[in-house]
C-alpha cells in the first residue's frame, strides 16, 4: 500500500470531490497519507481531515511564506495542536528564499522555534527548503539534531542529501524524479538506500509524469514509485514496500 507523505488536500483544488477522492483512496492502492499544515488556517484543517479519516494524519506547522501570521497566541495554538493524537509531524517548515515572501531573518527564527517545538513534543519534522540550502543546513545542525522527519521535495546537491540521511533525515522523492529535467534528483535517487528514501505528492501540485501539468493526487505515487524502481533496477512492488514502511513506522509510531 502506498503512503504518501506530503499531501495538501486541504487545498481548493480539491473542493469539488475532496471526500468522493478520499473515499476511493484504499481501492487504488493508498494506504497511508500524511496531510501537511502550511499556515495556521491549512494546520487546523488537516487535523480535521486526520479526525474524519483513518487513513490520513496530519503535520501542524507554518510553512516559511507565511511565518508572517506567527504570534503569541498562534504558538499556543500550534503547540496544542502537536499534542493531537493524530499529529504526526511538524511541518512543513523551513526557509524559502526562492520568493522571499517574509524577510530572511524573520523565516529563520520561526524556523528555529518550530524545530523547538518539535523537539518539545517529541514529533519529526517535514522540512521545506528551497534556495536556502547554506542556511537550512546550518539551521539544522544547531537545532534538528535527533528529530528526524522528511527533507521534503529534495532540489539540493547529493552531497547535501548525503549529509542528511547521515543526520538522520529522509530524503522525500516525489514527481519531479519522473520530469525531463529531474536528472539531479535521479541521481540522488540512485545513491540514497532506499529505507531513506520516502514517496510524496505534495499533491495538488508537482504530478509526475505521464500527469504533468495536472492535478496531481495521491493516485499517481505509482508513476514515482516505477521511476525509483527503474533507477534502482528493482521490482517496483518491492520499492513500494521498502520505502513506505520504514516512513510509516517512524511517523506513525
Ligand atoms: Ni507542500
Not at 43 to 61: I, M, T
Not at 178 to 202: A, C, H, M, Q, S
Amino acid at each position: 500500500m502506498i503512503f504518501d507523505t506530503h499531501a495538501h488536500y486541504g487545498d481548493e483544488q480539491f473542493d469539488e470531490d475532496r471526500d468522493e477522492l478520499l473515499a476511493g483512496m484504499a481501492d487504488a492502492g493508498v494506504g497511508t497519507i500524511v496531510e501537511i499544515g502550511a499556515s495556521m488556517q491549512s494546520s487546523r484543517d488537516a487535523v480535521r481531515l486526520a479526525e474524519k479519516y483513518p487513513f490520513v494524519y496530519a503535520a501542524a506547522g507554518v510553512h516559511p511564506d507565511h511565518v508572517g501570521e506567527l504570534n503569541e497566541e498562534a504558538m499556543e495554538e500550534l503547540r496544542q495542536m502537536c499534542r493531537k493524537e493524530k499529529v504526526v509531524a511538524v511541518g512543513e517548515i523551513g526557509l524559502d528564499y526562492h520568493w522571499d515572501t517574509e524577510p530572511r531573518e524573520v523565516q529563520k527564527h520561526w524556523f528555529i522555534w518550530q524545530l523547538n517545538l518539535a523537539r518539545e513534543t517529541g514529533l519529526p519534522v517535514n522540512i521545506h527548503s528551497r534556495d536556502a540550502a547554506e542556511d537550512t543546513m546550518e539551521i539544522m545542525k544547531e537545532h534538528a539534531k535527533g528529530l528526524g522527519g522528511i527533507i521534503h521535495c529534495f532540489s539540493y546537491s547529493r552531497e547535501m542529501a548525503k549529509e542528511y540521511v547521515k543526520m538522520g533525515f529522509s530524503i522525500g522523492v516525489g514527481g519531479v524524479v519522473t520530469f525531463k529535467n529531474g536528472r539531479k534528483l535521479k541521481e540522488i535517487v540512485k545513491e540514497i538506500p532506499l529505507e531513506k528514501l520516502v514517496l510524496e505528492t505534495d499533491c495538488p501540485y508537482l504530478a509526475p509524469e505521464p500527469n504533468r501539468g495536472r492535478r496531481n493526487d495521491s493516485r499517481n505515487i505509482h508513476f514515482v514509485a516505477q521511476q525509483i524502481a527503474e533507477i534502482k533496477g528493482i521490482d517496483k512492488e518491492l520499492s513500494l514496500i521498502h520505502i513506505s514502511e520504514p516512513t510509516r513506522l517512524a511517523l506513525i509510531a
